[in-house]
């Protein structure tokens, strides 16, 4: 009896293992592949450099690294505010009501929702209205998804708050706006911050709402009004070029536009592990 | 001195569960009034209404009239209320993201207070008060939560006193408390009697009989009995209350 235990637990223990090994391939794959193709085209010009004309050596996506930057920040700047302030309505003034239950759901749908379709969205309501493409319009497809995102990893930083910090908050004469602005939020502060992050990482690295919106410009963008670059579309635009030379710009970028990703990611994730005692 | 805080009927529902079937009570100044009961018979609630926490609760609903020093409760503002009726919950409850020396100022600060000395003054003095400042001066900037459970509910005393509220409800202070920690509060609230109004809720009989001046016992919702301690628990005038305090129900 026990034997067979053991062998059958030694059976299982193999094929999870074996799962985990085969789940872990790919993304290892894909990683190791952008970092030795990526790593070689990589050089202090890309980094330095607008976009040159086929045939010409030394051009990089100064341009596309700081559009991917700029647009981020605008989608930051629409995004976590209207996040955070629409998740503190939901789950301190509103949790029941036919309202929050629709902005929930709604929610849940807009997370689920293709990035394209945001895309196609702005390119129908901004681009098409405004006359041009522009880095404005591209940070706003960002924004709007980044703002599901935000909305429910900050609720359920708030939840997490427990119910007797808010009593004890009211029980000694603060207000419901103080608690919350005072006492509430700097206890889920830091959840709410890594959710905010993991956001800013989710849309750094989107192409489809930027194809139809911020468009891509091979030189420096002169306003917000303008179309601008961006790593994720730059990348997709020399990756499928016929050049070998700009097939390696593309390689270099996917290295850089990850790199940013995971910078971001475990940033958000470990800033605040060493205070959180 | 009189009643400071009268109580008229007071009825409390949850949904349509009705919690407290009018109550009636006075409650004397300067006196430690314990409240008694099994679970359920809606001692928390009563002691919630006074500071209008109850309400705060979504499908709640409060009939009936509460005077304090002479106004209804009903007529003040719920948190300008609160100022003068103080709380202590049955768990512990510092502020998280907060220090020692913020979580007892707290609600002064929050309220607007700014003056550094004075609210160092009040921070010290209400640590005195709720015997704790030996203990944690050398740390004040040491989060709440790094205390000991017992600790931590002398904090939550402490906060509630820096207010300087006039009424000190406690819901069950001491239930999460270890019987040395219980010793210390109850020490405590026989020192806090000085200055304040204090109502306590309580499952323990005994802590009932070793601290307060006079008992409540409540059943079902409604006041089967108040009055002195002594009385209530060796002359009980009510079948209900000798067969609670006797043990044999509850």
Redesign the interface.
């Given at each position: 009896m026990k034997s067979l235990r053991k062998s059958v637990n030694w059976i299982m223990l193999s094929i999870f293992i074996f799962a985990t090994i085969i789940a872990l391939i790919p993304l290892f794959g894909v990683l190791g592949y952008v970092v030795e193709h990526g790593f070689r085209a990589l050089s202090l010009d890309f980094f330095l450099n607008l976009p040159k004309a086929m045939g010409l050596s030394g051009g990089g996506m100064a341009n596309a690294i700081v559009g991917t930057l700029i647009m981020v920040l605008i989608a930051s700047l629409i995004g976590i505010p209207i996040g955070i302030l629409a998740a503190i309505y939901l789950t301190e003034y509103d949790?029941?009501s036919w309202l929050s239950v629709g902005v929930r759901f709604a929610t849940d749908v807009l997370t689920g929702i293709p990035s394209i379709i945001v895309g196609i969205v702005i390119y129908t309501a901004v681009v098409l209205k405004m006359g041009n493409f522009s880095a404005l319009a591209g940070g706003l497809a960002l924004a709007i998804i980044m703002i599901p995102l935000i909305i429910r990893s900050t609720e359920e930083m708030l939840k997490l708050v427990?119910h007797?910090?808010r009593?004890?908050?009211?029980?000694?004469?603060?207000?419901k706006g103080?608690?919350i602005l005072?006492?509430i939020l700097?206890?889920a502060?830091k959840g709410i911050i890594t959710g905010a992050m993991l956001a800013v990482a989710r849309v750094a690295g989107e192409t489809a709402p930027l194809l139809f919106t911020a468009l891509g410009n091979q030189y420096w963008a002169r306003s917000l009004n303008e179309p601008m670059a961006s790593l994720p579309v730059q990348i997709f635009q020399y990756a499928t070029s016929p050049y070998k030379e700009w097939h390696q710009q593309a390689w270099a970028g996917s290295l850089v536009l990850i790199s940013l990703v995971i910078i971001l990611n475990l940033s958000a994730r470990f800033a605040f592990r060493s205070r959180s005692? | 001195m009189g009643q400071s805080l009268s109580v008229r009927d007071l009825e409390a529902w949850y949904g349509s569960n009705k919690t407290l079937k009018g109550i009636t009570m006075e409650i004397e100044l300067n006196h430690v009034t314990a409240i008694i009961g099994p679970s359920g018979c809606g001692k928390s609630t009563f002691v919630r209404c006074i500071?209008r926490?109850h309400e705060?609760m979504?499908g709640t609903k409060v009939k009936g009239e509460i005077i304090l020093e002479g106004v209804s409760i009903y007529d003040r503002d719920p948190?300008?209320?609160?100022?003068?009726v103080?709380?202590v919950?049955q768990?512990p409850?510092?502020?998280?993201?907060?220090s020692i020396y913020d979580n007892v100022i707290?609600?002064v600060k929050?309220?607007g207070m700014t003056n550094k000395q004075k609210l160092q003054a009040i921070a010290e003095k209400s640590l005195r008060m709720a015997a704790l400042w030996d203990e944690v001066k050398d740390r004040l900037n040491y989060?709440g939560m790094s205390l000991s459970g017992g600790q931590q509910q002398r904090l939550?005393i402490a906060?509630?006193l820096a207010?300087e509220p006039s009424v000190l409800l406690m819901d069950e202070p001491a239930s999460a408390l270890d019987p040395i920690a219980t010793m210390h509060i109850e020490e405590l609230v026989r020192q806090l009697k000085v200055n304040y109004t204090i109502l306590i809720v309580t499952h323990n009989m005994q802590q009932a009989a070793r601290i307060a001046d006079s008992t409540a016992f409540f059943l079902n919702g409604e006041l089967v009995e108040h009055g002195p301690t002594s009385d209530i628990f060796t002359n009980p005038h009510d079948k209900r209350t000798e067969d609670y305090i006797s043990g044999r129900f509850g």
């Open positions: 949790r029941h427990s007797s910090i009593e004890a908050g009211y029980a000694l004469g603060i207000s103080k608690t005072r006492i700097p206890t502060a005692n | 500071n926490m705060t979504p948190v300008a209320l609160r100022k003068m103080g709380m919950f768990k409850n510092p502020f998280p993201s907060m707290a609600g929050l309220n989060s939550c906060r509630a207010v």
